[in-house]
């Protein structure tokens, strides 16, 4: 009878069975990447360890926006030089991560937490849609850019807000079709990014 032998002690699969878990990462990727923290203990390990339980210490959920960072407000929200007349919607964190790497937006962001999705039974009331509404009824807005991602559940989500926000003195746009049909924000380039924001129009 063969017996597999135990490459690494339990506390060490632990770690790369939760680094798999991680999205792009795969068992494989996960053992390598332990491997060269355990190698470069002080200079990788030790500094990951300190990052982690610094954020873990202080991860908040922006009250204003919904972003996660480790202040309420975020660091987004709390910048002065941010264009407050200008609201940028998003369906995910992930998203609003994406718009701010390419410095694309200038104003500020409102985080929804998902989309309208009667398969997945997500509804207004487990979104972020009446915080939006709200937020722009209390004024200071000019324009609201709902930066849904180019599936059925995010221009039925983009469609319901606009029906929402009809009544609002509020210009309303969204990206232009430029993004590829069932694409999602995190995963464009720059350059797409770019030429959606610079083309978005007028809804309805």
Same mark, same amino acid.
């Given at each position: ?20 878990? %991680? ?29 982690? $339980?610094?954020?873990?210490?202080? &991860?908040?959920?922006?009250?204003? !926006? *919904? ?9 987004? !929200?709390?910048?002065? =030089?941010?264009?407050? =007349? ?7 964190? /992930?998203? %609003?991560?994406?718009? #701010?790497? /390419?410095?694309?937006?200038? *104003?500020?962001?409102?985080?929804? *937490? ?5 398969? #997945? ?5 487990? &979104?972020?849609? #009446? ?30 807000? /606009?029906? =929402? ?16 049909? *069932?694409?999602? &924000? #995190?995963? %464009? ?5 770019? $030429?959606? %924001? ?7």
């Amino acid at each position: 009878m063969i017996i597999a032998a135990a490459m690494a002690s339990s506390e060490i699969e632990a770690l790369v069975t939760q680094l798999a878990r %991680l999205p792009g990462l795969g068992p494989r990727s996960a053992r390598r990447a332990v491997l060269h923290l355990l190698k470069k203990r002080e200079g990788s390990l030790d500094p990951l360890i300190a990052a982690l $339980q610094g954020v873990r210490a202080h &991860l908040v959920t922006c009250a204003t !926006c *919904g972003n996660v960072d480790t202040r309420d407000p975020c660091a987004i !929200c709390a910048d002065p =030089r941010r264009d407050a =007349r200008s609201l940028c919607v998003v369906e995910e964190v /992930a998203d %609003l991560w994406a718009l #701010d790497r /390419a410095r694309l937006f200038p *104003g500020r962001f409102h985080v929804l *937490g998902g989309r309208l999705s009667a398969l #997945d039974g997500i509804g207004p009331e487990q &979104l972020g849609i #009446d915080a939006l509404v709200a937020r722009v009824a209390a004024g200071g807005i000019d324009e609201v850019v709902l930066a849904m991602n180019a599936t059925l559940e995010g221009q039925t989500t983009a469609h319901y807000i /606009a029906d =929402r926000m009809e009544a609002l003195p509020v210009r309303l746009t969204q990206l232009a079709h430029g993004l590829p049909v *069932g694409g999602e &924000l #995190d995963f %464009l380039d720059e350059g797409t990014l770019a $030429q959606a %924001l610079r083309a978005r129009r007028p809804l309805g």
